[in-house]
């Protein structure tokens, strides 16, 4: 028989992805055929850390669709796309920590340390691939596509197993 906990978790799970989500996707949509503003804030960031080793880098709105390209002497080196922001990926870690809840107080200040992390270790993806765009643009599609996909969760699992461990002290202590 399955165990009813299980159930419980893979519900809340779901439920809080799918909420979550359909908020995101009504938001981020609402800002078409422009880039949303945390895009937008996220390329800028990543375009300014950029620009203290990099000169002439900047971050401008794409004029044709919703990404921010982040240039290089009026040059695109790479475009920033709602999907480079990290929402994703953060909506994934809040499911899996509400779901597997402790205390309301350890379940908010888990969450919103492991947000801020999560949008640290986003920064670090993007400026990483400006880098290998610019300098090694043949290795770009890979780095993009699988290495730093799977190296962002992988840190998420990371972080769920440190939850999961906090959490079962706290209810064995």
Request: proline letters at 4%; hydrophobic letters at 50%.
């Amino acid at each position: 028989m399955v165990n009813k906990t299980i159930i419980l978790f893979i519900v809340k799970f779901i439920g809080f992805y799918l909420l979550l989500n359909t908020i995101y996707g009504f938001w981020y949509e609402s800002f078409n055929p422009v880039a949303d503003p945390l895009t937008r804030v996220v390329t800028h960031q990543c375009a300014n850390v950029i620009s203290w080793v990099e000169p002439g880098v900047k971050a401008e709105p794409y004029p044709r669709g919703p990404e921010v390209s982040v240039k290089q002497d009026d040059k695109v080196v790479i475009n920033v796309f709602e999907g480079c922001n990290g929402v994703n990926v953060m909506i994934v870690f809040l499911s899996f920590v509400v779901a597997f809840s402790g205390t309301w107080k350890s379940t908010i200040a888990f969450s919103a340390a492991g947000i801020g992390v999560i949008y640290l270790a986003n920064l670090g993806r993007v400026i990483t691939l400006f880098f290998i765009a610019k300098y090694y643009p043949q290795s770009l599609y890979f780095f993009h596509k699988y290495l730093f996909t799977a190296g962002l969760y992988l840190f998420v699992f990371a972080m769920w197993y440190l939850w999961i461990e906090k959490f079962r002290r706290q209810n064995h202590a």
